[in-house]
Nanobody
Framework: QVQLVESGGGLVQPGGSLRLSCAAS????????IGWFRQVAGKEREAVSY????????YYADSVKGRFTISRDNANNTVYLQMNSLKPEDTAVYYC????????????????WGQGTQVTVSS
């Protein structure tokens, strides 16, 4: 059984930083694409960043390029999202997602999702 458990969310002031973690169990993470989507209530879920643990290829949404960094620790089956220079518009529930297919993750139809962690950027 695959499980994704996110942590690291919270309240931070604009300009601050947070690091999200997603611990995966029940799969060999070195064969998956894994990453992060976010959702604001009443809006569609959007891709933030994801990484292929096979090729190392990474995707970043234009809105987070230069501020967010995705990394993975295959040995510990964990993926991280370092978020710097946070803005109020980054406020959302952040979800970890994984699938064998890069394209399914890209489309938001990845097979496995975490429960989400709230990130709030506010003064």
């Amino acid at each position: 059984q695959v499980q994704l458990v996110e942590s690291g969310g919270g309240l931070v002031q604009p300009g601050g930083s947070l690091r999200l973690s997603c611990a995966a169990s029940g799969l060999a993470m070195d064969t998956y694409t894994i990453g992060w989507f976010r959702q604001v209530a009443g809006k569609e879920r959007e891709a933030v960043s994801y990484i292929s643990t096979v090729t190392g290829s990474k995707y970043y949404a234009d809105s987070v390029k230069g501020r967010f960094t995705i990394s993975r620790d295959n040995a510990n089956n964990t993926v991280y999202l370092q978020m710097n220079s946070l803005k109020p518009e980054d406020t959302a529930v952040y979800y970890c997602v994984t699938d064998y297919s890069w394209y399914k993750v890209k489309a938001g139809t990845g097979e496995y999702w975490g429960q989400g962690t709230q990130v709030t950027v506010s003064s």
